[in-house]
């Protein structure tokens, strides 16, 4: 029994080793992941799409066998006759794969129209040309759409947090490095030193900023926020942050907006009580003048 349970203890261990190696893989491989990650928040879209997909097949495939039904025939019997449309819908699962390969898939559509042809029955026609227009055309046209539309999102996606993830690991240690006082947060002087840095400037060309957006960038994130005179500092998670949503081409959210609103409100409510601090000032200079 001990020899057993080493045994499955080693095969465990393998198994393992073999999932490690298949994330390293595809850690090694990020495209291979994003078309993975694609297909698998598309995959609740192509559910439902296969699902109305099939009731439709099964509704058109009662109507077909209805009307072309073999009765007691055998499929041996119906073959021997040569009777094509029996062989296409003289039974339930006959209709749904002759629909399904021939009315959704498209193969071999020709043989299957000139049978319905051959009964003389061009309703029966027209109501195949519908399932075609709605099964294949519509419904498998708009899977397609929607695979190509969910992946391409998911690509974006995660091709911006590979490079957030680069930028991170690329800035992470020269955080460490820039903070000369050892206090945790990045100050104005610290943070313009970063622009000598080649590896960060390197890290964050990829994400869009180029080396005349540093500038604005220490003004954006110290000046206007300096309106009391303090000076403003920034830990790594707040000023990584801060660079990702102020960054060319990240789209502005409702929330965004929202914090804009509340933060220029701020400042004019500080800027308020400095004009109303002078004026008082200037009153109690004047009065005092008078006296």
Not at 21 to 34: D, H, I, N, S, V
Not at 139 to 168: H, R
Not at 169 to 197: I, P, R, W, Y
């Amino acid at each position: 029994r001990h020899l057993v349970s080493r045994q499955l203890s080693i095969l465990r261990l393998l198994r393992l080793m073999r999932i490690a190696r298949m994330a390293k893989l595809m850690r090694a491989f990020p495209q291979l992941m994003m078309i993975i990650r694609g297909i698998t928040a598309a995959l609740k879209a192509v559910v439902w799409s296969g699902v109305l997909m099939l009731l439709i097949t099964l509704t058109a495939a009662i109507v077909f066998t209805s009307t072309y039904h073999q009765g007691w025939m055998t499929d041996e019997e119906v073959a021997e006759a040569g009777d094509t449309i029996r062989e296409f819908f003289g039974g339930s699962s006959k209709s749904v794969l002759s629909l399904l390969v021939m009315g959704t898939i498209l193969d071999d559509v020709t043989a299957c129209t000139d049978a319905i042809r051959a009964e003389g029955d061009m309703w029966m026609l027209a109501f195949f040309l519908c399932y075609i227009l709605l099964n294949s055309f519509t419904l498998l046209n708009m899977l397609t759409g929607i695979l190509v539309e969910v992946v391409g999102n998911t690509s974006e996606s995660e091709s911006d947090k590979l490079v957030q993830a680069g930028v991170l690991e690329s800035v992470t240690g020269l955080f460490l490095q820039m903070d000369q006082d050892g206090s945790g947060v990045v100050t104005q002087n610290e943070f313009a030193a970063m622009k000598e840095a080649p590896e960060v400037m390197a890290a964050l060309q990829r994400l869009g900023i180029k080396e005349k957006h540093f500038d604005m960038y220490v003004d954006l994130l110290f000046e206007t926020h300096n309106i009391e005179g303090k000076e403003i500092t920034f830990d790594f998670d707040s000023l990584m942050e801060t660079i990702m949503s102020l960054r060319p081409g990240a789209t502005i959210s409702a929330l965004d907006f929202a914090a804009f609103k509340r933060c220029m409100l701020g400042d004019l409510e500080r800027l308020s009580k400095r004009t109303l601090s002078v004026y008082e000032h200037c009153t109690a200079l004047l009065e005092m003048r008078k006296g």
